[in-house]
């Protein structure tokens, strides 16, 4: 082989392990610095074929528990369970987690829905299909309104 390959190969490889590098250290530092928080998140009007079915199901919801919940609005044959929010909860097909959801399009450990400062946050914990709020992708800890959907999978929860 020539010298020049040689180099050029030797330089490759060099820049391949700085890229390498940089990369430990941003991860690294994102586990350290903690997430941020988004705020700039519009919520978008859902389309629902009967949306007083929803509505009705999330009020019910809230005079049964004390604070806020998610209420599944899809798939039907799940629609109407209930989850209230405490500190934190975390949403996936694991046993440990506090909303259990039998899809295959759900990661062991999927999201997280918490509490922050009063209001209520959802993060995508890197999964593979990722969590949608309002149909955007949730990229980071996303703010919930009241009203605003998070879809998992096939399953679509409202904040009641």
């Known amino acids: 082989m020539p010298e020049q390959l040689l180099t050029i190969l030797k330089l490759c490889l060099l820049a391949l392990l700085y890229l390498f590098f940089l990369r430990v250290v941003r991860a690294v530092w994102v586990e350290v610095s903690g997430p941020r928080?988004?705020?700039?998140?519009?919520?978008?009007?859902?389309?629902?074929?009967?949306?007083?079915?929803?509505?009705k199901a999330a009020a019910k919801a809230r005079k049964a528990a004390k604070g806020p919940v998610l209420v599944v609005v899809a798939p039907p044959e799940q629609q109407g369970h209930t989850f209230p929010l405490g500190e934190e909860i975390t949403v996936g097909r694991a046993a440990g987690c506090q909303v259990t959801l039998e899809d295959s399009y759900v990661s062991q450990i999927h999201a997280r829905v918490f509490a922050r400062d009063g209001q209520i946050y959802v993060e995508d914990l890197g999964s593979t299909n990722g969590t949608y709020l309002n149909r955007?992708?949730?990229?980071?800890?996303?703010?919930?309104?009241?009203?605003?959907?998070?879809?998992?999978?096939?399953?679509?929860?409202?904040?009641?």
């Open 37 to 55: 928080l988004r705020k700039e998140h519009q919520p978008v009007e859902p389309s629902e074929p009967d949306p007083r079915k929803s509505a």
């Open 136 to 160: 955007r992708k949730v990229a980071g800890p996303m703010l919930v309104n009241r009203g605003d959907r998070v879809q998992v999978g096939s399953t679509v929860m409202e904040l009641g």
